[in-house]
Each structure stands twice: as structure tokens, then as C-alpha cells.
T-cell receptor, first 110, second 113 residues
Framework: GENVEQHPSTLSVQEGDSAVIKCTYS??????FPWYKQELGKGPQLIID?????GEKKDQRIAVTLNKTAKHFSLHITETQPEDSAVYFC?????????FGTGTSLTVIP | DAGITQSPRHKVTETGTPVTLRCHQT?????MYWYRQDPGHGLRLIHY???????DKGEVSDGYSVSRSKTEDFLLTLESATSSQTSVYFC????????????FGPGTRLTVL
């Protein structure tokens, strides 16, 4: 099956700085890569996603890049704000299942 | 927010007792999933359903069974709960399976003593 690794497990940044979270995957058949944000006591919520036929996607302060050759994808958050503090999960999906990374706890320091 | 509810939201039970968690959706999505979330493991798939009465195992299915008799309901059963099944359980739904976004419910915190 698929194996998704996510780094770092914790990340602290100053408000206004950028944050980068990286994930690697093992199955070259994976073709959809979502990123989820989970706030305390809630279920994960999609913030951005990318498909295997696209190298980069941006939505305001959030961007995702995908390198299919190297089998890695990254989440970039610019101009971080305190409300960006949460746990972020990457995921990869093949035809049957989603496989999630182990999560990154992001803290934005005001 | 997607119309997904989970019940109960919190449950404490004893080892060896049966437990059933319910996921209910109002979106008419075809696919439904049960995950467990544990520190250091992220979200791991237990079982999923791709239609009424159509289910399949995920990567951590041992000790769990599921049933889906209606589009809107997906039940997760622990036949004989063990302490290792103490976790937060999330239900998710999707209209296009693994080709599109999953929407997650609010979660059920289960403690097995």
C-alpha cells in the first residue's frame, strides 16, 4: 500500500513569516493530494488540494507544490496569522483509499 | 459545513463490551469512511463503504465491523472493545471516492477502560 511521510511534526513561526510542510509518498499510482487543517476538537477540513497533472496550485496565502518524479508535495503558507495555528495533515490517494501523513502541529506566535 | 453527524460524541466503556458508533449524512454521498486518529499515527482507515451494503476493509480493520443498510447511515461496531481501541473516531463522506474531497464529521472520543 501507500506510505505517506510528513515533516516536521511540530513547527513554530513568528506571525507574518512563512511556513512550509513537506510530505513524501511511495505509490506512483497516487493521483490526488489533499491538505487538511484540523483545529482542536474538530474534524479535519480541506484547505487545498492538487492532482497529479498539476505542479502547483495557489489559493490566497496557501499554495501546494507537487513533484511527481521525486514523489513529494509541500504546503506553503505565507504571511502566517495566529488563526493558522492548527494541525495540518497531508494525504495521498490511489484508486481505493486515502493515506494520511502523521500531522504537523503549527503554532504561529503573535 | 457538510451535513455529517456522529453519535455518540463521547463514550466511556469497559473492556469486553460491544460498542456501536453511528455516522449519519444528509449529503447523499456514495462513499463513507471510518478512521481512527491516534497521536503519532495521523488518521488511519478502518473500513469504508462505496454503496449500500458494499463495504471493504482499510489498513486497521481487525476488531471492527461495519454495516450500511441505508445511504445516509454507516455504523462502526467494536464487537468486544479493548483498551487499544481507545481513540478518536472520525467518519468521512465523499461523492467521488478518492478522486475528490472528503468531508469529516466532528468525531467520537471513545475510551475503553
Amino acid at each position: 500500500g501507500e506510505n505517506v511521510e510528513q515533516h516536521p511534526s511540530t513547527l513554530s513561526v513568528q506571525e507574518g513569516d512563512s511556513a512550509v510542510i513537506k510530505c513524501t509518498y511511495s505509490d506512483s499510482a497516487s493521483n490526488y493530494f489533499p491538505w487538511y487543517k484540523q483545529e482542536l476538537g474538530k474534524g479535519p477540513q480541506l484547505i487545498i488540494d492538487i492532482r497529479s497533472n498539476v505542479g502547483e496550485k495557489k489559493d490566497q496565502r496557501i499554495a501546494v507544490t507537487l513533484n511527481k518524479t521525486a514523489k513529494h508535495f509541500s504546503l506553503h503558507i505565507t504571511e502566517t496569522q495566529p488563526e493558522d495555528s492548527a494541525v495540518y495533515f497531508c494525504a495521498a490517494s490511489n484508486s481505493n483509499q486515502f493515506y494520511f501523513g502523521t500531522g504537523t502541529s503549527l503554532t504561529v506566535i503573535p | 459545513d457538510a451535513g455529517i453527524t456522529q453519535s455518540p460524541r463521547h463514550k466511556v466503556t469497559e473492556t469486553g463490551t460491544p460498542v456501536t458508533l453511528r455516522c449519519h449524512q444528509t449529503e447523499n454521498h456514495r462513499y463513507m469512511y471510518w478512521y481512527r486518529q491516534d497521536p503519532g499515527h495521523g488518521l488511519r482507515l478502518i473500513h469504508y463503504s462505496y454503496g449500500v451494503k458494499d463495504t471493504d476493509k482499510g489498513e486497521v480493520s481487525d476488531g471492527y465491523s461495519v454495516s450500511r443498510s441505508k445511504t445516509e447511515d454507516f455504523l462502526l461496531t467494536l464487537e468486544s472493545a479493548t483498551s487499544s481501541q481507545t481513540s478518536v473516531y472520525f467518519c468521512a463522506i465523499s461523492d467521488m471516492g478518492t478522486y475528490n474531497e472528503q468531508f469529516f464529521g466532528p468525531g467520537t472520543r471513545l475510551t475503553v477502560l
